[in-house]
């Protein structure tokens, strides 16, 4: 691998763009090839052992292009897959979805924090041994927040069918005196605004993105893999397993700095 080959981030949607959207600030020269797998989104409700299935496909198809890094940008997938990932791939650095209990516990001045995740994440064993480390003494109240990725793969993701459901998981967190709040999807950082108008802004929002984006910096550092060219003009390829209009509106949406000229997208299969 050579410091100009791209990094790869996969989810199973729209989603992991929240990831890719801190990581073109942090890292503005690297080339990304983006995998939606939305032939099998969501993830969240899938068994464990078919989501690592599909994970394991989708990063050979980004190791056949060449990626020298791999985001797994969705943490459904981080909690059912990265550790046999990287047993796989001993050579390939890897990127998960941390789950950001440590933060939102060291933030919160009540003491009672929210996470809104996916079934799959909350039942993960990353997310339990991470609260069992670092949220001692902290009232954790857990919500699933079904239909949630669902209207952010629709482009509803300010939507009134999305703050009613919003309004449904956090509304008893706000009753209940919770002061942090952490996005356990990486879909979820595209409700900000709906979940800010939700909770008046009694919630500090973490988001775990910007971690991530550092943790893949650090690792490209380490290892000599940025970019080695300062001219570079950084190329975003983005594949789907199902129709590319989602990943399209969402690019344009969410992440207007990616100059149009370097974004490509594509169907492909996996």
């Known amino acids: 691998m050579y410091s100009n080959d791209g990094i790869g981030i996969f989810d199973s949607g729209v989603g992991g763009l929240s990831v890719l959207r801190e990581l073109a600030l942090l890292l503005p020269r690297e080339s990304v090839c983006y995998v939606a797998d939305a032939a099998h989104c969501p993830y969240g409700n899938r068994p464990a052992h078919e989501v690592l299935s599909l994970s394991v496909a989708v990063v050979d198809f980004l190791l056949q292009k060449k990626c020298k890094l791999i985001v797994v940008a969705c943490n459904t997938a981080t909690a059912a897959a990265i550790d046999e990932l990287r047993r796989r791939y001993p050579h390939?650095?890897?990127v998960g979805m941390e789950p950001a209990v440590k933060p939102a516990a060291e933030q919160s001045k009540t003491r009672s924090v929210g996470i809104?995740?996916?079934c799959g994440t909350l039942q993960?064993?990353?997310?339990?041994?991470?609260?069992?480390?670092?949220?001692a003494g902290v009232r954790m109240h857990l919500a699933v927040g079904d239909?949630?990725?669902e209207l952010v793969e629709a482009g509803r993701e300010d939507s009134p069918e999305a703050l009613a459901l919003l309004r449904t998981y956090l509304q008893p967190m706000v009753d209940d005196g919770v002061d942090v709040l952490v996005l356990g999807c990486t879909h979820y950082p595209f409700l900000q605004a709906a979940i800010e108008e939700v909770t008046q802004g009694s919630m500090a929002v973490v988001n775990p993105a910007p971690a991530v984006a550092a943790q893949a910096k650090r690792l490209l550092e380490q290892r000599g893999l940025l970019c080695s060219d300062p001219?570079?003009?950084?190329?975003?390829?983005?594949?789907?397993?199902g129709g590319v209009e989602a990943l399209r509106q969402m690019q344009a949406r969410h992440l207007p700095q990616l100059?149009?000229?370097?974004?490509?997208?594509?169907?492909?299969?996996?």
Do not use: M, N
């Not at 100059?259 to 996996?270: D, I, K, L, N, T």
């Open 147 to 149: 239909g949630l990725v």
């Open 124 to 135: 993960g064993r990353l997310f339990r041994q991470t609260q069992a480390r670092h949220a």
């Open 116 to 118: 809104l995740a996916t």
């Open 259 to 270: 100059a149009a000229g370097r974004c490509a997208f594509y169907f492909c299969e996996v």
């Open 92 to 94: 390939v650095p890897f």
């Open 231 to 241: 001219a570079a003009a950084p190329r975003y390829d983005f594949f789907s397993t």
